[in-house]
């Protein structure tokens, strides 16, 4: 099936004005849709990473089998207002809620039959969204459920063992990073936060990172990131809040080679989570990583070089997926 593809602009509940890409299927509608709410750090409306146009293509392929999407960019990228490093994750589900309504009144879309796909921390948006809005599906696509100071912890040793950390510098990042952690969750300063870096950098094992002035402005840099919205709000989401409420139709897919939001570990912790009526379907891809790329080790210096992100597999997958969480449950037998 033919598409069509336009600039969308709508405006979040504080006037921002954001910008995205409606697609439209051509012929008879009204059709079902996708809304794509994207991953961490500043993100244009392709979810466009080293390349690979993420939401692009799944729109993209989703829209030749007659199905219509939204895709927008992130505050502050591409054509929409705003500052993305004042953006906090609430701050993210009222935008993703905004794309909503504009979804639902378009008049080729019928409104019943959204469904929202989330990438990485997008999945975590998607959840809250659905806690309070009424979609068809939830589509978590990478998404994280264990605890995010673990998954950070995680994260950084993957990254370290990549780098050849010895298991002593290991260890140290580890209590660097839930130093400041702490002085995060209990509403610590920026200037906590910098003193306490500093110090651990100057105790770093081994040889120096650098002279005193530069480790000085290494731990400011650092600690503007943690104390940033975008940053400090995902280190506070509850897991367990977002998950165990979860009522809405769910689709969970997950890369068995993720370096980011490893999938056998999260899909476990997902499933602990969820209440037992919830309409689910998980899956782990054991080859596939992050972006759902058949990867060799799931590094993200792979990226780059691997084929598309996602793979068609996880896009009939989906397609699916989707058809079988939201099928109308069986008529009871007659009395």
């Known amino acids: 099936m033919s598409f069509r593809e336009r600039e969308a602009l709508f405006a979040a509940p504080d006037g921002i004005r954001l910008a995205g890409t409606l697609l439209?299927?051509?012929g008879e509608g009204?059709?079902?849709?996708?809304?794509?709410?994207?991953?961490?750090?500043?993100?244009?409306?392709d979810e466009e990473i080293l390349g690979h146009p993420f939401f692009g293509d799944l729109a993209r392929w989703f829209g030749a089998r007659g199905v219509a999407s939204l895709r927008f960019d992130d505050r502050g990228v591409?054509?929409?207002?705003?500052d993305h490093a004042q953006s906090s994750v609430a701050q993210d589900v009222e935008d993703l809620g905004a794309a909503l309504a504009f979804l639902k009144a378009q008049e080729g879309v019928d409104p019943r039959r959204i469904r929202l796909v989330g990438h990485s921390q997008g999945a975590l948006?998607?959840?809250?969204?659905?806690?309070?809005?009424?979609?068809?599906?939830?589509?978590?696509?990478?998404g994280p459920a264990e605890p995010m100071p673990g998954l950070i912890h995680r994260q950084a040793r993957t990254a370290g063992r990549e780098l050849g950390y010895a298991p002593e510098v290991l260890r140290h990042q580890q209590a660097t990073n839930q130093a400041a952690f702490d002085v995060i969750l209990r509403g610590g300063s920026r200037a906590e936060a910098e003193a306490l870096l500093l110090d651990h950098l100057l105790r770093w094992p081994g040889p120096p990172l650098g002279t005193r002035e530069d480790l000085a402005r290494t731990a400011a840099r650092m600690a503007g990131v943690l104390i940033s919205a975008p940053f400090a709000?995902?280190?506070?989401?509850?897991?367990?809040?977002?998950?165990?409420?979860?009522?809405?139709?769910?689709?969970?897919?997950?890369g068995g080679r993720d370096q980011q939001v490893p999938g056998f570990v999260n899909l476990k912790a997902l499933r602990g989570l969820l209440p037992p009526q919830t309409p689910f379907r998980g899956r782990?891809?054991?080859?596939?990583?992050?972006?759902?790329?058949?990867?060799?080790?799931g590094s993200v210096r792979e990226y780059a070089g691997l084929g598309a992100a996602p793979a068609p597999e996880v896009m009939e997958t989906l397609e699916r997926a989707f058809?079988?969480?939201?099928?109308?449950?069986?008529a009871p037998p007659p009395a």
């Open 125 to 142: 948006t998607c959840a809250l969204l659905a806690g309070r809005a009424e979609v068809e599906a939830v589509a978590a696509l990478a």
């Open 233 to 254: 709000s995902l280190l506070r989401i509850d897991m367990a809040e977002v998950w165990s409420g979860m009522k809405t139709p769910l689709v969970a897919f997950f």
């Open 78 to 82: 591409g054509a929409s207002e705003g």
């Open 24 to 26: 439209e299927p051509e």
């Open 284 to 297: 782990v891809f054991p080859r596939l990583n992050h972006l759902f790329q058949e990867a060799k080790t």
């Open 30 to 45: 009204p059709f079902p849709a996708l809304l794509f709410a994207s991953g961490s750090g500043p993100q244009n409306r």
């Open 323 to 330: 058809a079988e969480v939201t099928r109308p449950p069986p």
